[in-house]
Structures are given as C-alpha cells and as structure tokens.
C-alpha cells in the first residue's frame, strides 16, 4: 500500500521530489505554494493551497517533502512541521551507495548515484544532489545543500546550512567549513572556511561576508 505525502514547494525541485517519491512508492497528493496565484498543477497535481493556511490538526501526522533549495528557509518548514507533529521522512534514491555505518538525520534528500562512506554523518534537511561522493568520517550539518558532482574529502566538518555549488572540491586536509557559507560552482578549497561567508575560485577564495 502506498504513503500519502504532500510536497510543500511547487516550482522545478518540486517536480525533481515528486518523481524521487514516486520511485520510493510514495503517492504523492499535493502541493502547497505560497504563489498558488500562479500555479494550480505541477505535473498533472494540484497544488491545494499555501503551506501558511495550514493550521496545527492539518500538519499533525502527515507525511511532508519541503523542496526548497533555499538552506534557511527549508530548515524552518521542516523544523515547525516536525515541532507540530508532522513528519518529515528521508528520501534516498535506490542508485545511491551508503555505508552501512554512515548515519542519517531526517528530512535527508540523496538522489541518484550518490556515494557516502564509512562513518558520514547527516543531519537533518540536507539536499544531496546526483553525482555527489562524501569521504569517510566527514559530518555534514542539519540543512546543507551539496551540489550534483560535488566531492568532499575525509574527516572534515562541514556546518549548518552550507552551500555547496556544482562540482565543487572540498580537499581532505582542511578541518571545517563554517556555517552558512556558499561555495561557488567548480571552486576547489584547500583551506578551511570562514562562516557566513562566500569563496570561489580556484583555489577559493573569499569574495564576501554575507552579514
């Protein structure tokens, strides 16, 4: 029999969501949209109303995918919908490769050909996108985002709600990348990384403070 999940998001990673809980045997019974003025059916579903209508008895029990991109703002919804009762479950792609000793959080999203290794560690509403490879003993924070063909290296920290760009290179050696930095796309980082902050290049360097 199948689960019933609601998909909170209606635009592209919405769609990407949808098929991943459907190869998962999930049934997916709707979205909400806070810009559901401009959008009634995402892929033949309707998108029912704005998540904020929703009050505490119409969360409470059920199934919910955030599919925003946005770190902050995905780590909100998932956090209150899980405070109130409603859950939150991981969705890892059956293409992806996961150690039997590594440890995931909830609300975890790992699609397709994924590699994680010996002794990862996950915490919750993290995005791991296709193609991604994760090195033994590193510690992924609660709401990351890691790009599709990212690689990271062994033993290193990463923190909360770190942004890490397409094909990114995070080199075994540094120690830890800050919470709420961006990694631009194709960035190679050989040093560790300063909080809310951005870095690009190759080698990364710092662009900017974000605060």
């Not at 040093?191 to 403070?209: C, L, M, T």
Request: proline fraction near 2%; include cysteine; charged fraction near 20%.
């Amino acid at each position: 029999m199948q689960e019933d999940i609601y998909i909170v998001g209606a635009g592209t990673y919405g769609e990407v969501m949808l098929e991943l809980a459907g190869i998962l045997g999930y049934k997916v019974k709707g979205f909400y949209d806070e810009k559901i003025e401009e959008i009634s059916t995402v892929m033949g579903i309707k998108v029912i109303d704005k998540f904020s209508a929703l009050n505490e008895q119409e969360i409470k029990g059920k199934n919910f995918i955030v599919a925003i991109g946005n770190n902050k703002i995905r780590f909100n919804l998932m956090n209150k919908i899980n405070q109130i009762g409603g859950k939150t479950p991981s969705l890892i792609h059956p293409s992806a490769i996961i150690s039997p000793s590594a440890q995931m959080g909830k609300g975890v999203y790992v699609q397709a050909n994924v590699y994680i290794w010996t002794n990862v560690k996950i915490d919750d509403f993290c995005i791991i996108s296709p193609g991604v490879v994760i090195a033994h003993h590193t510690t992924i924070g609660k709401a990351c985002l890691i790009s599709t063909l990212t690689g990271v290296g062994a033993s290193i920290n990463i923190e909360d709600k770190v942004f890490l760009g397409m094909k990114s290179t995070i080199v075994t050696g540094l120690h830890e990348i800050g919470e709420n930095s961006i990694i631009g796309a194709g960035a190679v980082v050989l040093k560790d990384i300063e909080k809310e902050s951005v870095y690009a290049g190759v080698p990364a360097k710092k662009i900017r403070n974000l605060n």
